[in-house]
């Protein structure tokens, strides 16, 4: 099993680096935080990407798409995060359009995968309800009736969702919250009627909403795949390995640059990389970073190969990288000294990215429990 990206995906992830740096520095980021951007992310950029073809990336070619794996993707996610680009890449393609590649029918596939792969459409998981992740604490409600379904209840952290022009709804249609049984999806307008969408700010700068839905009406044809199948770990699971690579792109770029203040500062006319109790922090965070990478490519690796043991692979990736990231965005701050804190200096944007996506999609606890559940513990 390749521990390393292979030639193409090689070539992939340096035209990500060009772009990102070109068209996306954590500047642009700042600029949109600062002009309190209605939407969040800039919309050319997205154009461009999508002209690249990343937002058909994941998808067979039957449906739009480029089928370049979701390690192609992860390693231009890993490049995205060295400078926080803000875009619906995560949201609209590695999480809706993984629950539409593994959920939906032939038609669905045919319709919503090539135009989000376009860029016409743009998708969001309505999927939790806490303030933990659990795909199973499910208490919205899609009750059957005459020709369809009336949807009713509330989600929070949902991405993107104010740009959104469709929704993907965890519903149940039966059972109880906390069942791993009875939970269906459901395709909705975001425009529909009785959908309420509230943009909510959080730390990290990244678009996310709460929504309530009463007495939504849809249609049979809204069902995404079959009634109470509405299983989300695969598609998951590829959402998952995405962010943490775009977390561990971040985590790099982190220690990157403190490495390289350290090189740069004096204190008491020394330059402080010079002193051993400083180095002794920077070799712990190297070792960790290694053993990130290493576990972020097995988890990709197996996932591709469709190894049985992928699911635990990466929910021991995402836990480790998390971790990691809070040692690494905490020492970034304090090796920087006082201006480390400050808005000033970039620095403290990639501690913010971290805190929230550490939470996003499960965080370490979450998926140490998930490995050991899944390894028989």
Known sequence: MSLAFNEEQRSLKDTARDFVQANSPVESLRKLRDNQDSVGFSRDVWGQMVELGWGGIIFPEAYGGFDFGVKGLAACMEEFGRTLLPSPLLSSVALSGSVILQAGNETQKQELLSSIASGELLVSLALEEGVRHNPVAISTTAVRNEGGYTISGSKTLVMDAHVADQLIVVARTAGQSGDHDGISLFLVD?????????????????????????????SDSALLGEAGQGSLDKALDVARI???????????????????????RKQFGVLIGTFQGLQHRCAHMYTEIQLCKSLMMDALSALEAGKEKAPGLISAAKAKISETAELVTNEAVQLHGGIGVTDELEIGFFLKRARVAQLLLGDAHFHYDRYARLEGF
């Not at 995405?242 to 740069?264: H, P």
């Open 190 to 218: 975001a425009a529909a009627k009785g959908v309420m969408i509230s943009k909510t700010h959080l730390a990290d700068s990244r678009n996310y909403a709460r929504i309530t839905f009463d007495k939504v009406a849809v």
């Open 242 to 264: 995405c962010l943490a690579a775009e977390l561990f792109g971040g985590v790099q770029e982190s220690f990157e640059r403190t490495v390289e203040y350290l090189k740069e």
